[in-house]
Nanobody
Framework: VQLVESGGGLVQAGGSLRLSCAAS????????MGWYRQAPGKQRELVAT????????NYADSVKGRFTISRDNAKNTMYLQMNSLKPEDTAVYYC???????????WGQGTQVTVSS
């Protein structure tokens, strides 16, 4: 499974960005996808996850009400709509996919999101 993120950039506080993650390869094995982020000097943290059918989503408390995760299975693409961005959202955002049988975690190369105050 290969994951390619896009959509990062520089935005002012209060603005919006939409990240995309295109998956290719053995995508039928994926049962969950998600977004993680890593700010300078900090550990990588969970932002949001979504199950393969899109029915179950999970968000970090810090982004609830501002970010929305979604996926288009026909396009093998996952999205993260980020609204009301804050400077503390500045980080490299990584796409993640988890396959089953066996359980394997896949990562994209990351996309930089910078929010200026």
């Amino acid at each position: 499974v290969q994951l390619v993120e896009s959509g990062g950039g520089l935005v002012q506080a209060g603005g919006s960005l939409r990240l995309s993650c295109a998956a290719s390869g053995d995508t039928f094995s994926i049962n969950r996808m998600g977004w993680y982020r890593q700010a300078p000097g900090k550990q990588r943290e969970l932002v949001a996850t979504i199950t393969s059918g899109g029915g179950n989503t999970n968000y970090a408390d810090s982004v609830k009400g501002r970010f929305t995760i979604s996926r288009d299975n026909a396009k093998n693409t996952m999205y993260l709509q980020m609204n009301s961005l804050k400077p503390e959202d500045t980080a490299v955002y990584y796409c993640n996919a988890r396959s089953i049988a066996p359980i394997i975690l896949y990562w994209g190369q990351g996309t930089q999101v910078t929010v200026s105050s």
